[in-house]
Antibody, heavy 122, light 111 residues
Framework: QVQLQESGPGLVKPSQTLSLTCTVS??????????WSWIRQPAGKGLEWIGR???????NYNPSLKSRLTISVDTSKNQFSLQLNSVTAADTAVYYC??????????????WGQGTLVTVSS | QSALTQPTSVSGSPGQSITISCTGT?????????VSWYQQHPGKAPKLMIN???NRPSGVSHRFSGSKSGNTASLTISGLQAEDEADYYC???????????FGTGTKVTVL
């Protein structure tokens, strides 16, 4: 059973960089042909796909965040990470890491972390 | 890339059937059978309920079914139960640079 766990600071100051790590357990992150994503959800609002990384390091980003965004993978640690630069209050949200979307699973996201709240405030 | 359009809320009585729509465009829902549906209870991570328009992952109740016609996908919940009260989101692959897009979300209330 694949499990994902987000970790990182819960409070980030405006204009600084938000950094989160997702640790995958229950299997090697490099096993199979999987993408790994970050998804966020502001309080009381809907889900927004941030971007995804393949185990080779290839990425796809949401164009609305692309200029501030880096998603990377470290297969030796079974982790992938998110860096979002120049944050504002609008980046305050629960951030989820997840497996997918993958073409071998109908472009669905099948495993999710529990989510971590990141607040942008001085 | 705009989000897929869903009704804000849908309600029904226990035992009834309800349907949630998800309207996209020819760049996403209309051209690909890559529509998924997720259920999210308050304070919890979303759970995959349907993928590939109408496939039910293992462990998902047969009361949940999906379909698609043109640019609109639908999720039907039959025999509505109290535990079905949650938010539901559709998603789709898109040929736009966004790659993946969520719906606006629908709150299901069991009366």
């Amino acid at each position: 059973q694949v499990q994902l766990q987000e970790s990182g600071p819960g409070l980030v100051k405006p204009s600084q960089t938000l950094s989160l790590t997702c640790t995958v357990s229950g299997g090697a992150i490099s096993t199979g042909t999987y993408y790994w994503s970050w998804i966020r959800q502001p309080a009381g609002k809907g889900l927004e796909w941030i971007g995804r990384v393949y185990t080779s390091g290839n990425t796809n980003y949401n164009p609305s965040l692309k200029s501030r965004l880096t998603i990377s993978v470290d297969t030796s640690k079974n982790q992938f990470s998110l860096q979002l630069n120049s944050v504002t209050a609008a980046d305050t949200a629960v951030y989820y890491c997840a497996r997918g979307p993958n073409s071998n699973n109908w472009y669905s996201v099948d495993y999710w972390g529990q989510g971590t709240l990141v607040t942008v405030s001085s | 890339q705009s989000a897929l359009t869903q009704p804000t809320s849908v309600s029904g009585s226990p035992g009834q059937s309800i349907t949630i729509s998800c309207t996209g465009t020819s760049s996403d829902v209309g051209s690909y059978n890559y529509v998924s549906w997720y259920q999210q209870h308050p304070g919890k991570a979303p759970k995959l309920m349907i993928n590939g328009v109408s496939n039910r992952p293992s462990g998902v109740s047969h009361r949940f079914s999906g379909s698609k016609s043109g640019n609109t996908a639908s999720l039907t919940i039959s025999g509505l139960q109290a535990e079905d009260e949650a938010d539901y989101y559709c998603t789709s692959y898109t040929s736009n640079t966004t790659v993946y897009v969520f719906g606006t979300g629908t709150k299901v209330t069991v009366l």
